[in-house]
């Protein structure tokens, strides 16, 4: 005869098969919608390249890894380093940090505004942040396109102020892909910091000022350290889209400034060279996930911190 414990064991096994049956077709459709792709890239990344686009199936290669970072001279078969992905990717890293640092010093303020306002105020400027989501992208990038150009909004404000003569030449330069970044991702930054921002107690602001701390003191020992998990949660929406742009570089940029997102395009366009192409996708989520590997570092840390 089965003992109570035995019965609680059967139990438990037919619950936990009831629910991998349960959750079968999410996990297909994740399995099919998100992890196929990225083995097929990962396949494509060791194939040969085809004459016209495409892979030859069953002729494997290297050269597509070796593509991203070196190049083979034509005539003489020399190896060297390619200058012109290491360029791309660093303006990609480059721009992603400093987009991401720029977010948060302004976006850092602004939710620290939200969640200072009465209760029944705070949804309205919440509402006000998301509003740019409602547009999509590429119109968004056109609006920004209007404001930096050398007609519009910027140059025709310092023009009439008397601050400049001729108008600066920002579109098509890396500081154009900045502005459109930090206008578009700004968003992304402002929504996890109020989130955590609106769950600070602030009496414990209180305390510090009547413990005689400064403001830079009270900010860099209560607050930082508080909505430190909204700032790394903020950082890193910002930064994985931003690394992987490809529609704002290559309206901004005018197609001269390429981000890895358009590298990819091209060489699965007009380069038709798909094991590149495959293989600097790989290598962009490989960026991706060290990203994502140390933002969970750092939650699991301030979990522990905090428990």
């Known amino acids: 005869m089965a003992t109570a414990a035995e019965i609680a064991k059967h139990a438990e096994r037919e619950s936990i098969r009831r629910r991998w049956w349960l959750s079968a077709p999410a996990l297909v459709i994740v399995f099919v919608a998100a992890i196929g792709p990225l083995f097929v890239m990962l396949a494509y990344s060791f194939m040969a390249k085809g004459d016209y686009g495409d892979v030859k199936f069953g ?38 940090i ?69 108008p600066l030449q920002i579109m098509y330069t890396d500081w154009a892909i900045l502005f459109g970044m930090v206008y578009v991702y700004l968003p992304l930054m402002v929504l996890p910091l109020y989130a955590s921002m609106e769950k600070l107690d602030f009496r414990l602001i209180e305390a510090g000022y009547d413990l005689y701390a400064g403001r830079w003191a009270v900010l860099r020992r209560i607050i930082i350290p508080l909505v ?67 933002y969970v570092r750092n939650a699991s840390r301030s979990g522990a911190g905090h428990g």
Do not use: C
Request: net charge positive.
């Open 98 to 166: 400093i987009t991401t640092a720029l977010t948060l010093l302004l976006g850092f303020p602004t939710a620290y505004f939200i969640a200072t306002r009465p209760r029944h105020t705070r949804e309205i400027w919440v509402f006000l942040i998301t509003i740019p989501f409602w547009t999509n992208l590429l119109i968004r990038t056109f609006a920004m396109q209007q404001v930096i150009r050398n007609e519009g909004i910027l140059n025709t404000l310092l023009r009439t102020l008397g601050i400049i003569d001729q």
């Open 228 to 294: 430190k998990p909204g700032i790394v949660a903020g950082s890193i929406l910002v930064f994985v889209p931003s690394l992987g742009a490809y529609v704002i570089p290559r309206v901004l940029g005018g197609g001269k400034n390429l981000m890895l997102g358009n590298l990819i395009e091209l060489q699965f366009g007009a380069g038709r060279n798909w094991p590149l192409g495959a293989a600097i996708s790989i290598t962009l989520m490989a960026l991706v996930m060290v990203a994502m590997l140390f």
């Open 59 to 96: 002729q494997y290669s290297l050269d597509g890894w070796f593509s991203v970072l070196f190049q083979r001279d034509m005539f003489d078969d020399t190896v060297t380093l390619a200058d012109a992905h290491l360029s791309i990717f660093w303006r990609s890293l480059k721009l992603s």
